[in-house]
């Protein structure tokens, strides 16, 4: 399964709602997650099963989407949020991310 | 609190070997699937390697399956990566990642909760 994420750069001002997408090649279900990662740091889970935070996550961060199309909402950006982030499904074997959204700040 | 601590990177010749080791602490090893991922310089994630608690089970990418053998030592509270026949496409950051809670039914196999800050490896001559 491919994931591909759009678009591969994102430039938000701080305070605007920021949208990124992700496809998958053939239906993943809701067995999808979504990671920020920024440099030289672990990468941090946001959202799996599509759509339910994890712990810890702020609310502004929210996921929709099932089947093959998929959305990361961030609904009023901070400026530790300025980040790379990427889709993962998981699905079957092998598990598959996508090439990552890099949000910026305009 | 959960830590992921990857060591053994470094530079090593195209051809040779290395191992990784990630280092747990802060929860019950024992009980958690675990994985390898890594990222290429200026490339995004990619998953490489699984395994189970019982290391019964192993899973592998394509891309490194018959050169790497993933393992762990559960009284250790440790993951291993056994890395051999290194190319230089393997050149990356190796990060550990924590998988579901065997025992917990509710969790989803294939979700990484915890990953570590990752050790990096340099395959070239």
Redesign the interface.
């Known amino acids: 399964i491919v994931m591909t994420q759009s678009p591969a750069t994102l430039s938000v001002s701080p305070g605007e709602r920021a949208t990124l997408s992700c496809r998958a090649s053939e239906s993943v279900n809701s067995n999808l997650a979504w990671y920020q990662h920024k440099p030289g740091q672990a990468p941090r889970l946001l959202i799996y099963s599509a759509s339910t935070r994890a712990t810890g996550i702020p609310a502004r961060f929210s996921g929709s989407g099932s089947g093959t199309e998929f959305t990361l909402t961030i609904s009023s950006l901070q400026s530790e949020d300025f980040a790379l982030y990427y889709c993962q499904h998981y699905n079957n074997w092998p598990r598959g991310f996508g090439q990552g959204t890099k949000v910026e700040i305009k | 609190e959960v830590q ?1 601590v990857e060591s053994g990177g470094g530079l090593v010749q195209p051809g040779g070997s290395l191992r990784l080791s990630c280092a747990a602490s802060g929860f019950s090893f024992s009980n958690y699937e675990m ?1 390898w ?1 890594r990222q290429a310089p200026g ?5 490489i390697s ?1 395994i189970s608690i019982s290391v019964n089970t192993k ?1 592998y ?2 891309s490194v399956k018959g050169r790497f053998t993933i393992s762990r030592d559960n009284a250790k509270n440790s993951l291993y990566l056994q890395m051999n026949s290194l190319r230089a496409e393997d050149t990356a950051i190796y ?1 550990c ?1 924590r998988d579901r809670d065997y025992y917990d039914p509710s969790a ?11 050790t990096l490896v340099t395959v070239s001559s």
């Open positions: 992921l994985n991922v490339k995004g994630l990619e998953w699984y899973y990418a394509d990060f990642a989803d196999r294939g979700v990484f909760d915890y990953w570590g800050q990752g």
